[in-house]
């Protein structure tokens, strides 16, 4: 459908859906807010949802369900074999992707384990675009490692690159080279990038790293979590695409690859994930992973009924009304703090609006995690969740000391159909606000750190009263009770 025009007025993003079943929201006055981030040791996954305005922590999992999705949940087949709900499932993907052998799993992380477990030797490598924490714990969890070859002008922060979730060719071959193909357990390319600001990769660029990865005989993986946001921006930014329907470019995607898995979470807007082996003796060979880790092989940890909505949302994931909308909003959200003079990520992603915090509060030192810092911050100014993407998101090297990420990113996502226009408006006057009073922000230290996946359930203090301070500027301008 053609974007809908206006009157008088540029036109604005549009939601292509009505809304059927609401939640109420809940703004806590400002010194509650301040209390609650005392309570949740400054980290913005031990929040609690109902002390949440607007919940960007991130699309996983709270993406809104159609009525059709929701429809299709009543005809779920219990059983714990041989489930109908399964191969309905089964026959969907194999309708899309052209893949035929599925090994369904709990969630995206779950596939991430299988295939690390089935694949990764102690010092075996696998060569990513990019990592996403997930994927990247379980490699090493093994004693594998992790070489990321995306270009380097994909980490420039502000840009007008379309796709900078490319991986840099000549960095491959030679990764490839010192490596030896033999130690290279797989090559793994992350449509819509995540940790990098939701950004994509061009067809063209998948087509090139597995024509190098068929030329040395090394596996290719897609994850495909993300892969509606990356099939929007192939249609729309990527020359000879413009032409093709969703469904022809996934298929073009899917077609060079010998796995694909994905989160359901976000592919299928429902909750689960799977992976797709394109050869019958490996998917064989894998096969008994799932019983052992997630459920046995016709639900593999997923309840049936996730299993039916996703079923539907795949189809929905290929409707351009639907997969345009998250971009849209982005690219709206984006446009309108960047002409304020935001540092944000550009050109906008999917999944989310990403904020530049390394230039956002550059004051604040890397060891004292600035994008830990700002989500705060954000959470203290209105109520909005966001997720750190930065430093606290990585893994200490193994001396101990901090491995400083190459992007310190705030994250604030964009569940699909979720959020309104007016929504969106409400958090870009309040980053703007932050933005006005970036001096005030400092930074943060951690009073108890995980080993693994430390920002998950890491707690951390600010290193001075600057909460308190800005809590007070903040009621100065819109009053106790915002
Ligand atoms: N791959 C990508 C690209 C992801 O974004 C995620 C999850 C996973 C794998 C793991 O999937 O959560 O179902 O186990 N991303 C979520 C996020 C957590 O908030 O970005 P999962």
């Known amino acids: 459908m053609p974007q809908i025009k206006f009157y008088k007025r540029d036109p604005i993003p549009m939601e292509m859906h009505k809304v059927k079943i609401v939640q109420k929201l809940n703004l806590l006055p400002a010194d509650e807010r301040l209390k609650k981030m005392y309570d949740a040791g400054f980290n913005t996954f031990q929040l609690h949802n109902g002390d949440i305005f607007m919940d ?13 999705m929701q429809s299709a949940m009543l005809r779920a087949d219990d059983a714990y074999a041989g489930s109908e709900t399964f191969f309905r499932m089964r026959d969907k993907l194999e309708e899309i992707f052209g893949i035929k052998y599925f090994l369904p799993a ?48 994909g980490l420039i922060a502000k840009s007008d690159l379309p796709f900078k979730g490319d991986m840099d060719l000549d960095k491959l071959e030679a990764c490839i080279k010192k490596e030896t193909p033999e130690n290279v357990a797989f090559i793994r390319i992350e449509a819509g990038t995540n940790l990098i600001g939701g950004q994509p990769i061009s067809y063209s660029n998948m087509k090139a790293v597995t024509e190098i990865a068929k030329k040395y005989g090394i596996v290719t993986v897609m994850d495909a979590s993300l892969l509606q946001d990356n099939i929007y921006f192939n249609k729309i930014r990527e020359e000879g695409l413009k032409d093709k329907t969703p469904a022809e470019i996934l298929r073009m995607i899917a077609d060079l690859f010998d796995i694909i898995y994905f989160s359901g979470r976000k592919f299928g807007f429902a909750r689960g994930g799977g992976i797709l082996v394109r050869d019958e003796k490996l998917f064989h060979s894998m096969e008994d992973l799932v019983p052992m880790f997630e459920g046995f092989l016709t639900y ?35 446009k309108k703090l960047d002409e ?119 707690i951390l203090e600010p290193v001075s009263d600057w909460p308190e301070k800005l809590i007070a500027a903040y009621k100065a301008e819109f009053g106790e009770d915002q």
């Open 340 to 458: 304020y003079g935001v540092p944000v990520i550009t050109p906008g992603g999917g999944l989310g609006a990403h904020l530049n915090a390394m230039e956002f509060v550059s004051h604040i030192p890397q060891q004292q995690y600035p994008a830990g810092a700002l989500v705060c911050a954000m959470y203290l100014c209105g109520g909005i969740r966001g997720m750190e993407r930065g430093t606290l998101s990585e893994e200490r090297n193994a001396d101990g000391s901090e491995r400083f990420a190459s992007m310190e990113l705030v994250r604030l996502a964009l569940p699909r159909r979720v959020f309104t226009l007016s929504q969106t408006e409400y958090v870009i006057d309040r980053v703007k606000w932050v933005y006005d009073h970036r001096e005030m922000i400092g930074g943060l230290r951690f009073t108890h750190e995980p080993a693994t996946l430390r920002f998950f359930t890491g």
């Open 300 to 334: 593999g940890g997923m309840s049936v009924k996730e299993m039916e909505a996703m079923t539907v949302g795949f189809d929905e994931s290929l409707d351009m009304d639907i997969i345009s909308q998250g971009p849209q909003f982005i690219d709206y959200c984006v």
């Open 56 to 68: 960007m922590l991130t699309d996983s999992g709270v993406n809104a369900m159609s009525d059709n």
């Open 106 to 153: 709990h969630q995206g992380r779950a596939c991430e384990n299988i295939l690390a477990t089935y694949f990764v030797k102690p010092d075996s490598c696998v060569i990513m675009n990019y990592h996403f924490t997930t994927a990247k714990a379980h490699i090493t969890r093994l004693k594998g490692r992790v070489e990321e070859l995306v270009a380097d002008a």
